[in-house]
T-cell receptor, first 113, second 113 residues
Framework: AQSVSQHNHHVILSEAASLELGCNYS??????LFWYVQYPGQHLQLLLKYFSGDPLVKGIKGFEAEFIKSKFSFNLRKPSVQWSDTAEYFC???????????FGAGTRLTVKP | EPEVTQTPSHQVTQMGQEVILRCVPISNHLYFYWYRQILGQKVEFLVS????????KSEIFDDQFSVERPDGSNFTLKIRSTKLEDSAMYFC???????????FGSGTRLTVV
């Protein structure tokens, strides 16, 4: 069965630290990959997406993610986090030509000022 | 920027009662979804809807659940006889196709007492 794994449940960083959140998926075919962010009390917002082309994708707010097909991974990175990045981050996958998105369990990021 | 609108933002209902959660997707979107997030848990897919019919549903979406697009603009989720375990945040989403990601509404928090 298709699944999405986010290995870090809760990450705590100080401001200006670098961030990498892991995401792995189990699906053998072509996939579309997404990272969503959920700020406290708010709805899910799209951070970035990959569906073809350059495997290094850049999103909003300085976030980027790299698709490594051989590792079935789509890790989220940011070189220098800010207090305002405190949120829950969800990796999501849809198989190509299938619109049903599956989410990882989420990683809660706490950035200390 | 276009938004997906959900009403109400919070609904409290007694166990066994029927509830209808309402969503107004973005007007030119063709795919519609319901997801739920039980407090502290992952975002779970419930159902996708395209061309006026359900295209896929999860094992969570049993006979107690139904969806409808009654008038070409609203998209509703009905729970016929609510259970305590239905308490969750329910997110509606809409999209043009999975390559572009979905736009999520702000959610309806359903509390079953």
């Amino acid at each position: 069965a298709q699944s999405v794994s986010q290995h870090n449940h809760h990450v705590i960083l100080s401001e200006a630290a670098s961030l990498e959140l892991g995401c792995n998926y189990s699906y053998g075919g072509t996939v579309n990959l997404f990272w969503y962010v959920q700020y406290p009390g708010q709805h899910l917002q799209l951070l970035l997406k990959y569906f073809s082309g350059d495997p290094l994708v850049k999103g909003i707010k300085g976030f980027e993610a790299e698709f490594i097909k051989s590792k079935f991974s789509f890790n989220l990175r940011k070189p220098s986090v800010q207090w305002s990045d405190t949120a829950e981050y969800f990796c999501a996958v849809t198989p190509y030509n299938n619109n049903d998105m599956r989410f990882g369990a989420g990683t809660r990021l706490t950035v200390k000022p | 920027e276009p938004e997906v609108t959900q009403t109400p933002s919070h609904q409290v209902t007694q166990m066994g009662q029927e509830v209808i959660l309402r969503c107004v997707p973005i007007s030119n979107h063709l795919y519609f979804y319901w997801y739920r997030q039980i407090l502290g848990q992952k975002v779970e897919f419930l159902v996708s809807f395209y061309n006026n019919e359900i295209s896929e549903k999860s094992e969570i979406f049993d006979d107690q659940f139904s969806v409808e697009r009654p008038d070409g603009s609203n998209f509703t989720l009905k729970i016929r006889s609510t259970k305590l375990e239905d308490s969750a945040m329910y997110f509606c989403a809409s999209g043009t196709d999975s390559n572009y990601g979905y736009t999520f509404g702000s959610g309806t928090r359903l509390t079953v007492v």
